[in-house]
Each structure stands twice: as C-alpha cells, then as structure tokens.
C-alpha cells in the first residue's frame, strides 16, 4: 500500500493555509508549519499552496523527483514562474513576475529557504499593514541581497512579489506592503 504523507492531507494543508494567512497578515511573526518528519516546511508550504493551475521554478533544485507530481504545478523559469522555491544564502539571480497595474495578482510569490527564522546574523525592522508599531526579527542563511532586490521589485506597489521565508519547521511572510529595513 502507497503510504502518503500527512503534508499531502486536507486536514494539514488547511492548518498550514491558517498559518500562511496568519503569517502574512502579521508580517514579522514566526508560525509553525506541519511537515513531514525529516522534511522541510517549504515542500509543506508548496503542497498547501500549489495546484493543476500555477507554474513553480526550482532554480535552486531544492525539491526531490518525486514531489513534483504530487505539487501537480507546471515547471517554469524563475521569470515566468507563479511560484519560486530557492535558497536564500544565494543572493537572487532572476528577475521574478511583478504582474501589471490591471492584474498585480499575477506576480510571483517566492518561497526562499534560510536556515533559521528565530535567530540569525541578519537583523530585520518591518513596518506597515498587519505590523503594531515595528516588528524586529533575525534570521540566520538570507542574504541580504534579497531584501535589496525586493525593495526593487516592491517599488512600484501594487507591482511586486510576496516573499515566504521558510526554515525547517517555520514560515515568516513579508509582503509586498511591507517596509523592510535592513536594522
């Protein structure tokens, strides 16, 4: 019998989907996601948000042969793709989707693997929507290319993308109306 795991189930997507929603509408907070035991939270983060209809790029080549038929998205390049998975102690090498001023949905959403969202060398300020006053937060393995890169991407708002930093058990959202300070 195909044992299947419990990442794959509707009973943990939507509890990851409840913690996707809080992380985003409270930029700077840290929220568990349920993963598979020796697995990443970003593979549980792709199943919960992946289907038939989006297109996903791994530049980075994070995901296994085996996950891509059950993720069902198409793969793309990073410019084209509706979803990109990649590591975040690489700095950013493409140019992402960033939608148009009739269709700013149609941007990107990277999901960007650091190795630790609770401590780290990278000290991060955020201020906007969702954010009581300033959230201060560390990460460890982002480089800080990335929030360079995103301040250019981010800049011509609604234009942009939503960025989903996930490490081994844990999401922290910063989306595109967020101001993120370099601290």
């Known amino acids: 019998m195909l044992e299947v795991s419990a990442i794959w189930t509707a009973h943990v997507q939507q509890q990851n989907y409840r913690a996707l929603l809080d992380a985003i509408s409270h930029p700077g907070r840290v929220k568990s996601i349920l993963h598979q035991q020796g697995g990443l939270a970003s593979l549980a983060v792709l199943a919960t948000l992946l289907d038939a209809e989006?297109?996903?790029a791994d530049p980075d080549d994070l995901l296994?042969?085996?996950?891509?038929?059950?993720?069902?998205?198409?793969a793309a390049a990073p410019g084209e793709a509706d979803y990109i998975l990649c590591r975040g102690n690489r700095a950013a090498r493409f140019q992402p989707k960033l939608g148009s001023l009739p269709s700013p949905e149609r941007s990107a959403t990277l999901i960007i693997y650091v190795d630790s969202l609770h401590r780290g060398e990278l000290k991060l300020s955020l201020k906007g929507p969702g954010v009581n006053g300033n959230a201060d937060c560390s990460i460890a393995g982002l480089d800080p290319d990335?929030?360079?890169?995103?301040?250019?991407?981010?800049?011509?708002?609604?234009?942009?993308?939503?960025?989903?930093?996930?490490?081994?058990?844990?999401?922290?959202?910063?989306?595109?109306?967020?101001?993120?300070?370099v601290a």
């Open 64 to 74: 296994e042969a085996e996950d891509w038929p059950l993720l069902q998205a198409s």
């Open 146 to 181: 990335w929030i360079r890169r995103r301040e250019e991407w981010v800049c011509g708002y609604p234009l942009g993308v939503d960025l989903l930093l996930v490490d081994d058990s844990a999401v922290l959202a910063l989306p595109r109306t967020t101001k993120v300070e």
């Open 54 to 56: 989006v297109s996903l």
